[in-house]
């Protein structure tokens, strides 16, 4: 330590002299363990600091001398919190402990293990420890207490977060926050854990580096909300660090709804290497918002929906629980633009068949929105009255679904192949061919079939509100069938197709439509009846958004020896209805 410096004159005054520099532990206590030059013990007199809370908040508020201890460290110097070696007490109690940055850069702040700082405040506080712009400090063991556990609490509901990390405003001047390092730390029985930037609801920090933070072995336990991020620049990792986003013992301030794992708002980015994302409620949400990124073998187990609102990606997690609940396990925010990337397992983990259904992904309410899948779907349902995906702009590389709830398991691959078997000179995909009238005659490849009422049909123009790089759809007014050809006159298979993608609209429901295939073999004979691909009733119209132009993907289950494939759009009543197809496609 350097002296007598601004430091070294506070210090002074807090051990009653006029100039005191704090020495290293083994000079003043023998009966410490003996440091190195450099390292000094926070229970030094000269540094005045108490350490002698009790965990309930009872115990000496050493809020100021801790600040400036840890303010006047110098590059390379270490302050070491540990138990009083007499009385065993290893709770600093401290208000707000607002550090900022000046001298103390490439310092470190060490926790023995179980020492921990406890929250007191008793007026709205912005965090138990705040660092405004500080830089290329390490934290080593920072563990963080209130009375988080407490019903009512005293203390708890005072603060915005445990930790939080911002710039500095100084006189006009920021100064960033950055290069940190936090080892082994842990956050327990709070609202909201570390916010980075401003807490949620407020603008976010300006565009000045809050980037280079690295957290490693930190933990979350008992933390309804572990990580918000609301800073324009800013970018941080956690490595092989747990987030328990679950009540555990926490008081009655706990909201399941308002929980999640991480929250993105106003900007930054994330990273997640390794470590467990897990959060086993239902309600609020696992990963909220954008710019979030989780690598291989990371655990993600999560019951709660994940909201996208940008770029995430969650490749071949460990483990991949999704939990059987009804609602969708990726939704999109509207309007939202970006990639969402999922590979490897994803499993529901129950014995009811299709694990109560529900959406994998739905960008209902994005059309442009992207989405890669390469997936191994385990207790999911893909069928006609269940799809998996909808909405945006699927790119499918692979999906797997098995459902193994009985003795006989629900197995199938679709892994598409460039290309389209769908043959436009058989029957038009969009409805360009089908001319200006709108009838029950033939036009385009498709009739009108069936004993029942005829369905007039025709095509739709770009002036009647197409999906995007779309100029023609096909318009359907239901009762009725309409069909492509049958037998050898229908689109030739090549055997591998497994799925048919389109894109949907229906403005009338009805009482529910459907498309349709039934399959014949290389001469011409029916194998089968007509099977369902998509059954719409207005229960899944609503679920799912089909009032407005979806994009979707749903299997073709087609029986051995199919080598043609008719097409059937129909209604599932006398009932009027009206659907809209576009972009046919037999993958």
């Known amino acids: 330590m350097r002296g007598p410096t601004r430091r070294e004159t506070l210090m002074g005054a807090l051990a009653g002299a006029s100039v005191s520099i704090a020495a290293p532990v083994a000079a003043q206590t023998p009966a410490s363990p003996a440091l190195r030059s450099g390292v000094y013990d926070a229970r030094d007199p000269a540094f005045g600091i108490a350490g002698n809370g009790d965990g309930a908040g009872g115990g000496r508020d050493d809020t100021t001398a801790i600040r400036t201890a840890i303010e006047g460290l110098e590059a390379g110097e270490t302050l070491v919190f540990t138990r009083d070696p007499r009385s065993g007490r290893h709770v600093y109690n401290v208000t ?7 001298s103390n850069i490439y310092s470190t702040v060490r926790f023995e293990k179980g020492v921990y700082l406890f929250g007191t ?11 405004a712009g500080v830089a290329k400090m390490t934290w080593e063991g920072l563990q963080i207490r209130t009375d988080g556990t407490a019903s009512p609490s005293r203390f708890h509901d005072n603060y915005d977060c445990a930790l939080r990390l911002a710039p500095l405003d100084r006189d006009g001047s920021l100064r960033p926050c950055q290069f940190l390092r936090f080892v082994e730390g842990q956050i327990a029985n709070f609202r909201r854990g570390i916010v980075i930037g401003t807490p949620e609801g407020q603008d976010p920090s300006p565009r000045l580096p809050m ?5 490693h072995m930190f ?3 008992g933390v309804e909300g572990p990580l918000v991020l609301n800073a324009e620049n800013a970018f941080v990792e956690f490595a092989q660090s747990l987030f ?14 308002d929980g999640f794992l991480i929250r993105r708002t106003g900007g930054g980015s994330v990273t997640i290497t390794g470590g467990e994302l897990q959060r086993a409620i239902a309600e609020g949400y696992g990963l909220d918002g954008q710019e979030i990124y989780v690598s291989p073998g990371t655990v993600f187990e999560t019951a709660a929906e994940n909201r996208i609102s940008g770029n995430v990606a969650l490749p071949l997690p460990s483990n991949g629980y999704v939990s059987p609940q009804a609602h969708a396990r990726f939704r999109v925010t509207p309007n939202a633009t970006g990639t969402l990337h999922l590979s490897g397992r994803l499993e529901k983990n129950t014995r009811d068949r299709g694990g109560r259904a529900g959406l994998l992904v739905d960008a209902s ?3 442009r929105f992207d ?3 390469d997936i191994d779907a385990v207790d999911f349902l893909w069928d006609a009255r269940h799809p998996l995906i909808v909405g945006g702009r699927p790119d499918i590389r692979r999906i797997a679904i098995r459902d193994d709830v009985d003795d006989q398991p629900v197995e199938f691959t679709y892994a598409p192949t460039l290309g ?9 995909h969009t409805g360009d061919s089908m001319g200006d009238g709108f009838d029950a005659r033939r036009k385009g490849g498709w009739t009108a079939v069936g004993s029942g009422p005829e369905a007039r049909f025709g095509a739709l123009g770009a002036n009647d509100g197409l999906p995007a790089d779309t100029a023609h759809a096909i318009r359907v007014r239901l009762p009725g069938t309409i069909a492509t050809p049958a037998g050898t006159e229908g689109h030739l298979l090549t055997g591998a197709e497994r799925a048919m993608e389109f894109a949907l609209r229906v403005s009338d429901p009805g009482d529910g439509i459907a498309l349709r295939a039934r399959f014949h073999d290389a001469a011409g004979t029916e194998l089968d009846r007509f099977r369902d691909v998509l059954v719409a009733d207005p229960e899944l119209v609503a679920r799912c958004g089909l009032d407005r132009w979806q994009r979707m993907c749903l299997p073709l289950r087609m029986p051995a020896g199919a080598r043609f494939a008719q097409i059937a759009i129909t209604s599932l009543s006398e009932r009027p209805a009206e659907v809209h197809v576009t972009s046919l496609a037999l993958r």
Not at 96 to 102: C, D, F, H, K, S
Not at 420 to 428: C, E, G, K, M, Q
């Open 96 to 102: 707000g402990l607002r550090i900022e940055g000046g």
């Open 121 to 131: 405040a008793t007026t709205p506080t912005s965090a138990v420890v705040e660092l």
């Open 211 to 215: 980037s280079e933070n690295v957290f």
């Open 219 to 221: 933990e979350f336990y």
């Open 244 to 257: 328990v986003a679950q009540r555990m013992g926490s008081g009655d301030w706990w909201s399941d709804e």
């Open 365 to 367: 309410a994005a059309p």
């Open 371 to 373: 989405y890669v899948l």
């Open 420 to 428: 389209s078997s769908w043959d436009w000179r058989v029957a038009t």
